[in-house]
Structure formats: C-alpha cells, structure tokens
Nanobody, 123 residues
Framework: QVQLVESGGGLVQAGGSLRVSCAAS????????MGWFRQAPGKEREFVAA????????YYADSVKGRFTISKGIAKSTMYLQMNSLKPEDTAVYYC????????????????WGQGTQVTVSS
C-alpha cells in the first residue's frame, strides 16, 4: 500500500503563486509515476501534471503549461506543484496520485490517491 498526503493549498489572488506538496509513504519503491489532478465544483477530475519517480520526465496539461511546474524533492518520495500566474479557473481541489506503471493522463489508471487540498484563486 502507498499513502499520499497533500499539503499547501489555500487562497490566493489571481496572478499570484502557490505551491502544493505531496508526501508518499509505504511501498513507494514500486512507484513509477506520480501525478497531480484537480476537480472543480460540478466538473470531472482532470489531469494537471505528472512526473516519473526519478524526476527525469514531466508532463503537463495544455491549460497549465508554462505556468505550473511539477518536481520531486531530494527525497524522491516528495512531489511538488509550483503554480504561478494563477487564474480563477484554477480553483479546484488538487489531488496527488501514484501508479506502478509509466505515465498516463487517465485518472482511472492511477492506483493510489491522496485526500486532496483546496486551492482557491480569487479574481
């Protein structure tokens, strides 16, 4: 089993920045990909970004490319999402996810999920 715990959400004004973190524990040695997804009220959960366990490969949704940066900590079990130039449409609950296989944008292909952290961007 793998446990994922997000932190760092909050309220920020449009144009501002925020960083959310995800700490993985448990059977992390088999994880190949970690990702961020988000779900806004009344909408489907959507892919935001993903990163290989080694941190060598990163992937982004078009809607966040150039504004968000996904990275791994020195301790590979920690993942970050640096969000810059935030927009009101970025408001959502942000979820950390992990899978035992290579990169995928499909939420149903992820094996483990965190509880989510709220990010609210005011206009």
């Amino acid at each position: 089993q793998v446990q994922l715990v997000e932190s760092g959400g909050g309220l920020v004004q449009a144009g501002g920045s925020l960083r959310v973190s995800c700490a993985a524990s448990g059977r992390t040695f088999s994880i190949k990909t970690m990702g961020w997804f988000r779900q806004a009220p009344g909408k489907e959960r959507e892919f935001v970004a993903a990163i290989s366990w080694t941190g060598d490969s990163t992937y982004y949704a078009d809607s966040v490319k150039g504004r968000f940066t996904i990275s791994k900590g020195i301790a590979k079990s920690t993942m970050y999402l640096q969000m810059n130039s935030l927009k009101p449409e970025d408001t959502a609950v942000y979820y950390c996810a992990a899978r035992y296989r290579d990169y995928d944008e499909n939420q149903y292909e992820y094996d483990y999920w965190g509880q989510g952290t709220q990010v609210t961007v005011s206009s």
